[in-house]
């Protein structure tokens, strides 16, 4: 996720940019820049890579004004070049962004036919020419952004400055965080507080369509649409814990939102982002070796639990898809209790976020005594499970410290998908075409899963009218069928309302009688193999009564006419629609617990490892 600072007062503008850009690198980035006053214009300095490429970069250069913004880019629209960095620079105006203008081939159009020269390949620059445009009619920087709003859709939050006004900054929100430090005849705009607490303790949080001018040491807050707003300043007085929040309400939350850098860096270590090609790197193993592991093996046993065991039931699907193996899958805490037939020739795998699940553990022990191999897919690394395997591969995603799984399954998925890829590759079942294409398509996932993240915003609207349902069945087919139940577990976990994950071709067989309106129906219904037998099965519930939330791919308008809610997912390749589907159903459990007012972080009951049986 994108990075953001900016500045206006008296103290060096560089120092406390770069200060605050490194207070943010934890949100993931792959190029930086800064625009700052000197002689009465922003110099703009950007560099591809990490900070200390622009730190370089910077190390000769002064400003003499008093006002700059900055920002760490990950790269969405266009490759993270010194061109694509922000801040977009156009007649004066400087502007940095974070989210996603998703009209923005539109707007792209548009300026190329009124002359506009687009010199990058982002949706941001397009922002800062719709601004420039503006600002001439308003000589106005306030309104020129307040203006241009109603052009732009999608999730996006952005901070401007203009040449001709050297005392003002203004910032829009709408989407993702944005925060408004308040000091000593200075003031700071910043993706989340970590970035300013070395300069002030007191912030004001702008809520979603806020517009703030800060003009010399006026801070003033609108709605979008100009009306004036009083807000509250919150004084922080940080624990150490809420400062891991980042800004965020919950960690949980901020962990939904890592989902896109957390599944890039679940892909990098097994994919070549130029030939689009697969090459599964795993620990206790050369590369080689295991791929002659996986083409001599007859079976894979797959044991795990809770959100994990539903990334095992994926793993099913594709693995024997795609490589034609047969897998048997298990939750661990029935494994070791039912005398499984266990051969050698079978490849052994645990998932586990945490290492330390005592059932996956005591599954993973029973295996290695019958000598099979072990490999495990964790995300703790040196964790007891990671330790005893044989084969290690990890989810790469970094703490994850809400109870509620979320980076870490999309990691896991992830990886997953990669290890099927592998295998077939292994044993000379995939075609070179269909390599490419699927390793394409995950390499684009993560700038898919930022649009998806705009989902927040609606569930934070919408999760009130889900409140009355007496319970919630979730169905899908084939790789929507594990994403169903793994959507239930959120509901059940963070909200503790019943709720069931389903195969939606097994409705017949019972839950229909359970239908009624009352009974919310979760379908996920993305453009895939199964869609039309999905979508009868949509109808089938719909004639009873039932209440529809589809997840469908696109503007779906036939599912759309069926449904309640419609949640429409980028059109994706069959193999990234799972990781798409599972950020609504995770936001929407998310916000439907907090404004029942759970513990959305610590939910009952429940830990964050099981480590006793
Ligand atoms: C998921 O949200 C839950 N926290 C729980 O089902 C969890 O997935 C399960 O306990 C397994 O944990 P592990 O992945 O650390 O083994």
């Given at each position: 996720m994108?990075?953001?600072?900016?500045?206006?007062?008296?103290l060096?503008p560089?120092?406390?940019?770069?200060?605050?850009?490194?207070?943010?690198?934890y949100?993931?980035?792959?190029?930086?820049?800064?625009?700052?006053?000197?002689?009465?214009?922003?110099?703009?300095?950007?560099?591809?890579?990490?900070?200390?490429?622009?730190?370089?970069?910077?190390?000769?250069?002064?400003?003499?004004?008093?006002?700059?913004?900055?920002?760490?880019?990950?790269?969405?629209?266009?490759?993270?070049?010194?061109?694509?960095?922000?801040p977009h620079?156009?007649?004066?105006?400087?502007?940095?962004?974070?989210?996603?203008i998703?009209n923005?081939?539109?707007?792209?159009?548009?300026?190329?036919?009124?002359?506009?020269?687009?010199?990058?390949?982002?949706?941001?620059?397009?922002?800062?020419h719709?601004?420039?445009?503006?600002?001439?009619?308003?000589?106005?920087?306030?309104?020129?952004?307040?203006?241009?709003?109603p052009?732009?859709?999608?999730?996006?939050?952005?901070?401007?400055?203009?040449?001709?006004?050297?005392?003002?900054?203004?910032?829009?929100?709408?989407?993702?965080?944005?925060?408004v430090?308040?000091?000593?005849?200075?003031?700071f705009?910043?993706?989340?507080?970590?970035?300013?607490?070395?300069?002030?303790?007191?912030?004001?949080?702008?809520?979603?369509?806020?517009?703030?001018?800060?003009?010399?040491?006026?801070?003033?807050?609108?709605?979008?649409?100009?009306?004036?707003?009083?807000?509250?300043?919150?004084e922080?007085?940080?624990?150490?814990?809420?400062?891991?929040?980042q800004?965020?309400?919950?960690?949980?939350?901020?962990?939904?939102?890592?989902q896109?850098?957390?599944?890039?860096?679940?892909?990098?270590?097994?994919?070549?982002?130029?030939?689009?090609?697969?090459?599964?790197?795993?620990?206790?193993?050369?590369s080689?070796?295991?791929?002659?592991?996986?083409?001599?093996?007859k079976?894979?046993?797959?044991?795990?639990?809770?959100?994990?065991?539903?990334?095992?039931?994926?793993?099913?699907?594709l693995?024997?898809?795609?490589?034609?193996?047969?897998v048997?899958?298990?939750?661990?805490?029935?494994?070791?209790?039912?005398?499984p037939?266990?051969?050698k020739?079978?490849?052994?795998?645990?998932?586990?976020?945490?290492?330390e699940?005592?059932?996956?553990l005591?599954?993973?022990?029973?295996?290695?005594?019958?000598?099979?191999?072990?490999?495990?897919?964790?995300?703790?690394?040196?964790?007891?499970i990671?330790?005893?395997?044989?084969?290690?591969?990890?989810?790469?995603?970094?703490?994850?410290?809400?109870?509620?799984s979320?980076?870490?399954?999309?990691?896991?998925?992830?990886?997953?998908?990669?290890?099927?890829?592998?295998?077939?590759?292994s044993?000379?079942?995939?075609?070179?075409?269909?390599?490419?294409?699927?390793?394409?398509?995950?390499l684009?996932?993560?700038?898919?899963?930022e649009v998806?993240?705009?989902?927040d915003?609606?569930?934070?609207e919408?999760a009130q009218?889900?409140?009355?349902?007496?319970?919630?069945?979730y169905?899908g087919?084939?790789?929507?069928?594990?994403?169903?139940?793994?959507?239930?577990?959120?509901?059940?976990?963070?909200?503790?309302?019943?709720?069931e994950?389903?195969?939606?071709?097994?409705?017949?067989?019972?839950?229909?009688?359970?239908?009624?309106?009352?009974?919310a129906?979760?379908?996920?219904?993305?453009?895939?193999?199964?869609?039309?037998?999905?979508?009868?099965?949509?109808?089938?519930?719909?004639?009873?009564?039932?209440?529809?939330?589809?997840?469908?791919?696109?503007?779906d308008?036939?599912?759309?006419?069926?449904?309640?809610?419609?949640?429409?997912?980028?059109?994706?390749?069959?193999?990234v629609?799972p990781?798409?589907?599972?950020?609504?159903?995770?936001?929407?459990?998310?916000?439907?617990?907090?404004?029942?007012?759970?513990?959305?972080d610590?939910?009952?009951?429940?830990?964050k490892?099981?480590?006793?049986?």
């Amino acid at each position: 996720m994108c990075g953001i600072v900016g500045y206006l007062g008296p103290l060096n503008p560089k120092d406390v940019i770069l200060q605050g850009l490194k207070k943010l690198e934890y949100r993931g980035y792959d190029s930086a820049g800064v625009a700052i006053l000197h002689h009465g214009k922003a110099k703009q300095v950007r560099a591809p890579g990490k900070l200390s490429a622009l730190e370089d970069k910077l190390k000769n250069e002064t400003f003499d004004g008093h006002l700059g913004i900055g920002h760490t880019r990950w790269a969405t629209h266009g490759a993270p070049t010194e061109t694509n960095a922000h801040p977009h620079q156009v007649d004066g105006i400087s502007l940095v962004h974070n989210g996603i203008i998703e009209n923005y081939q539109d707007i792209r159009e548009t300026l190329i036919k009124s002359g506009a020269q687009i010199l990058s390949d982002t949706d941001s620059e397009l922002v800062a020419h719709l601004i420039a445009r503006e600002v001439k009619k308003t000589k106005n920087l306030y309104l020129a952004v307040e203006h241009i709003l109603p052009e732009l859709r999608g999730a996006f939050s952005i901070v401007a400055i203009w040449n001709e006004a050297p005392d003002e900054m203004v910032a829009f929100k709408d989407g993702p965080p944005l925060v408004v430090g308040i000091g000593e005849k200075q003031a700071f705009v910043a993706s989340d507080v970590q970035a300013l607490l070395n300069y002030t303790k007191k912030f004001i949080y702008l809520e979603d369509r806020e517009i703030v001018s800060i003009k010399g040491d006026k801070i003033e807050i609108f709605t979008a649409q100009g009306a004036p707003i009083i807000k509250k300043v919150t004084e922080i007085n940080w624990n150490p814990e809420m400062v891991e929040k980042q800004g965020f309400a919950h960690f949980m939350l901020k962990e939904i939102y890592e989902q896109p850098r957390s599944v890039a860096a679940a892909l990098e270590p097994h994919t070549n982002a130029q030939t689009h090609e697969v090459h599964l790197k795993t620990e206790g193993l050369g590369s080689a070796e295991f791929s002659d592991l996986l083409k001599k093996t007859k079976r894979f046993c797959i044991v795990a639990c809770g959100t994990s065991f539903y990334a095992a039931q994926v793993a099913k699907y594709l693995i024997e898809t795609l490589a034609q193996v047969p897998v048997d899958i298990d939750v661990a805490s029935e494994f070791r209790y039912r005398s499984p037939v266990l051969e050698k020739d079978t490849l052994f795998m645990t998932i586990s976020q945490s290492g330390e699940t005592a059932d996956t553990l005591a599954a993973l022990r029973l295996a290695k005594e019958k000598g099979l191999q072990i490999l495990s897919l964790c995300n703790v690394k040196n964790s007891t499970i990671d330790r005893e395997a044989h084969i290690k591969l990890y989810m790469l995603s970094g703490p994850e410290i809400g109870v509620a799984s979320t980076k870490a399954f999309t990691s896991t998925l992830t990886v997953l998908s990669c290890l099927s890829l592998q295998w077939a590759k292994s044993k000379g079942t995939l075609l070179k075409a269909d390599e490419k294409e699927m390793v394409q398509a995950l390499l684009a996932a993560p700038a898919q899963l930022e649009v998806v993240l705009a989902y927040d915003k609606y569930f934070k609207e919408t999760a009130q009218k889900l409140k009355n349902y007496r319970g919630f069945l979730y169905m899908g087919r084939g790789l929507s069928y594990p994403i169903a139940m793994e959507g239930a577990l959120k509901m059940k976990e963070l909200a503790y309302l019943h709720a069931e994950g389903y195969a939606a071709g097994e409705m017949k067989h019972g839950p229909l009688a359970l239908i009624d309106n009352r009974m919310a129906i979760v379908m996920l219904c993305p453009k895939d193999q199964w869609y039309e037998k999905t979508f009868s099965n949509l109808e089938e519930a719909k004639a009873r009564g039932g209440e529809v939330l589809a997840l469908g791919t696109g503007e779906d308008e036939n599912l759309k006419r069926k449904s309640h809610f419609y949640l429409a997912l980028p059109k994706a390749h069959w193999i990234v629609n799972p990781l798409l589907s599972t950020i609504p159903l995770q936001l929407m459990a998310y916000h439907l617990a907090f404004q029942l007012g759970y513990d959305v972080d610590q939910p009952r009951n429940l830990a964050k490892s099981v480590t006793v049986e």
